[in-house]
């Protein structure tokens, strides 16, 4: 069996864009997936062990790419790959359609099985 490669995706308080991130790839078979928030009062806090767990992290950093430089100024990141999705912090709720279909257009490399 393939080694599946580990996703994590990173946003401020991990209850509405990772975790819907988180969701869109649960199921793939391929994947094995993580989300995490860089606030104190998110509801998975992330640690370095998540970092150190994931093979490709995702920050949606919506200014100036604030999660990743709380990544740089925090953690040790050296070698890992991250990428910027550029998602704003103006949906809603978990699962909601608009951030879906953003998110889908961002990771569309991604999601495939």
């Not at 990743?68 to 925090?74: C, P, Q």
Request: charged fraction near 30%; include cysteine.
């Amino acid at each position: 069996m393939a080694k599946k490669t580990k996703l994590l995706f990173i946003c401020s308080a991990n209850v509405v864009r990772s975790r819907t991130a988180e969701d869109l790839f649960k199921d793939l078979s391929k994947y094995e997936v993580k989300s995490a928030g860089i606030l104190a009062e998110s509801i998975n806090h992330l640690t370095q062990i998540h970092l150190d767990w994931a093979d490709l992290i995702f920050v949606m950093s919506e200014e100036e790419d604030h999660h990743l430089t709380f990544l740089k100024n925090n953690f040790e990141i050296k070698d890992k790959k991250i990428e910027v999705l550029g998602i704003p912090n103006i949906y809603p709720a978990e699962g909601d359609p608009a951030l879906i279909e953003v998110l889908r257009k961002k990771l569309v490399k991604f999601l495939t099985n």
